[in-house]
């Protein structure tokens, strides 16, 4: 799969069959999609490509209220696209000087002249274009005078996706990891850098692996306990559990953090770019009367999820 940082070379893509969206999550709702625009097409001997933007445009429109948390950051969103059988992703800058772009202006000077479009796979209910001028309704109107065919992506198909997305969401915000893999075709995952942290796990005999999620608007799901498969940079799979949450037995942060316990697992892992999969969350993050106590609840926590791993082979 190749990515285009905006409308560079774009000479390369051959007959490309398009559609344009956020596709957050990736989840089975937009697979289907995917699946639709790579057989459309392979009918005309082209390529599929998915026309996305960066940032998202609810950031640049709406800097201080967008209240954004995506389900997957550019990054793990590429990565999804790649392994479901996209062979092109046009990340395009999304700027308030691109947003005043009409809707004729995007399809004639981007589409068509920059991009050569062939056929263009939509929902019903998309819109774009300055003032949301550019439907379905205007892309039936203007497709014959420049060339290229339009596929509708129906109803029942687009309500898939939205549905699917709010679930996926609300199921995250509560914890629901089994829901949320349902939905998303594969397990929920954070992706960051393991960074230098207190090391008071280490002290009470649970040393931990401290997550930095490099994102600020990636969706973090429920504070609590979890069982996790993480996957280090020499590809190698280890099991363990995570903590999700403020320490309020340590500490009276409000700041978030991510901490990550390996079972049976020796080494340093700071500075590793690692994928941590979320499994199942055992319980809610608790405040101790004491670190003894805190460490007695470690000790149960491990031997439920250890049980988990066991039962689940």
Do not use: W
């Not at 392979?42 to 709406?62: A, D, I, N, Q």
């Not at 940079?233 to 990550?260: A, L």
């Amino acid at each position: 799969m190749r990515i285009f940082k905006g409308f560079e070379a774009l000479e390369e893509i051959k007959n490309p069959v398009l559609t344009i969206g956020t596709f957050d999550g990736v989840h089975l709702g937009h697979q289907k999609i995917i699946q639709q625009l790579n057989a459309e097409a392979e009918k005309v001997g082209g390529e599929s490509v998915l026309f996305t933007f960066y940032p998202h445009p609810r950031m640049v429109l709406y800097p201080e209220t967008h209240g954004l948390k995506l389900i997957q950051t550019q990054l793990e969103k590429n990565d999804k696209l790649r392994r479901i059988g996209l062979d092109n992703i046009i990340v395009h800058p999304f700027t308030k000087e691109f947003s005043r772009l009409t809707a004729i202006e995007f399809v004639r000077d981007y589409l068509v002249n920059k991009l050569h479009v062939k056929k263009l796979v939509i929902g019903y209910d998309h819109q774009f274009g300055k003032n949301r001028e550019g439907s379905l309704k205007f892309l039936l109107e203007v497709c014959e005078t420049y060339g290229f065919e339009v596929i509708e992506i129906g109803a029942q198909e687009i309500d898939e996706v939205n549905v699917s997305s709010t679930k996926i969401r609300k199921a995250i915000q509560k914890g629901d990891m089994a829901l949320a893999e349902r939905y998303l075709g594969e397990k929920f995952e954070l992706y960051g850098k393991v960074v230098q942290g207190e090391a008071l796990g280490r002290q009470i005999g649970f040393p931990t692996a401290n997550l930095d999620i490099e994102s600020d608007i990636k969706l973090i799901p429920a504070t609590g306990v979890y069982a996790v498969n993480v996957l280090l940079e020499n590809g190698s799979i280890h099991e363990g559990m995570m903590n999700i949450g403020c320490r309020p037995t340590v500490t009276d942060s409000t700041k978030v953090s991510m901490e990550i316990h390996l079972f049976n697992f020796e080494g340093d892992l700071y500075g590793q770019q690692v994928t941590v999969q979320l499994l199942s969350r055992f319980r809610d993050e608790m405040k101790f009367d004491s670190v003894s106590d805190l460490m007695e609840q470690l000790k149960q926590d491990e031997k439920s999820i250890r049980n988990y791993f066991t039962n689940c082979l």
